[in-house]
């Protein structure tokens, strides 16, 4: 059984492009978290997703983040308009009984 | 969810047990104590979880004290891949279960 996929593994953005970070869910898991890391700094949660709902995004920033989980295919975090400040670790975990295992990260770095 | 304390750091000769302690003095009957470990900025990887009777598995053993203010990850043989970040965290076993990372223990093994 694979674990959980994230690509890309490293994303160069300059400031103001679009960050588009993905996340593919253990086979049969349907809950799916996203955590940021800033560097020097603890895991912070950012957002919970069930197929097609967001259940939770009391972490995420209130402009330019979005997060969906569609019915096919991966969970999507979006960063529009990306800012120096964006430029952290993101963790996506998936999770079917409570216990959530994460993925390897996406380092995303802003110029 | 309840709050835990580790200590910041250890240090743990190669071959030797490895034995980290976390407090959660202010757990709930329904929390659960999850333990995960971050290696050098990976993704958080899953160690163990228990309620109040000891775990084991092939990672590591949890050790839960009777009035599960506090407990105990055992490393039975600490190897230089073991260098890591370990986090205690309690919480409810259910899907709506953010975990909140704290400082967590540095652990060093040294050979």
């Known amino acids: 059984n694979a674990g959980v996929m994230q690509n890309p593994r490293h994303l160069v953005r300059r400031r103001g492009q679009e960050a588009r970070l993905r996340c593919s869910p253990m086979?049969?898991?349907?809950?799916v978290y996203w955590y940021r890391q800033l560097p020097e700094e603890g895991l912070k949660f950012m957002v919970y997703?069930?197929?097609?709902?967001?259940?939770?995004e009391s972490g995420m920033p209130k402009e330019r983040f979005s997060a969906e989980f569609p019915k096919e295919g991966p969970s999507i975090l979006r960063i529009q308009q990306v800012v120096r400040g964006d430029s952290a670790a993101y963790f996506c975990?998936?999770?079917?009984?409570?216990?959530?295992?994460f993925g390897p990260g996406t380092r995303l770095l802003v110029l | 969810d309840a709050k835990t304390t580790q200590p910041t750091s250890m240090d743990c000769a190669e071959g030797r047990a490895a034995n980290l302690p976390c407090n959660h003095s202010?757990?709930?009957?329904?929390?659960?104590v999850y333990w995960y470990r971050q290696i050098h900025s990976q993704g958080p990887q899953y160690i163990i979880h228990?309620?109040?009777n000891n775990e084991t598995n092939e990672m590591a053993s949890l050790i839960i004290t009777e009035d599960r203010k506090s407990s105990t990850l055992i490393l039975p043989h600490a190897t230089l891949r073991d260098t890591a970040v370990y986090y205690c965290i309690v919480r409810v076993l259910n899907q709506g279960g953010k975990l909140i990372f704290g400082q967590g223990t540095e652990l060093s093994v040294k050979p």
């Open positions: 975990a998936s999770s079917y009984d409570g216990t959530q295992y």
């Open positions: 202010t757990i709930s009957g329904n929390e659960y």
């Open positions: 086979k049969g898991h349907s809950h």
């Open positions: 997703l069930q197929k097609e709902n967001i259940i939770d």
């Open positions: 228990g309620l109040k």
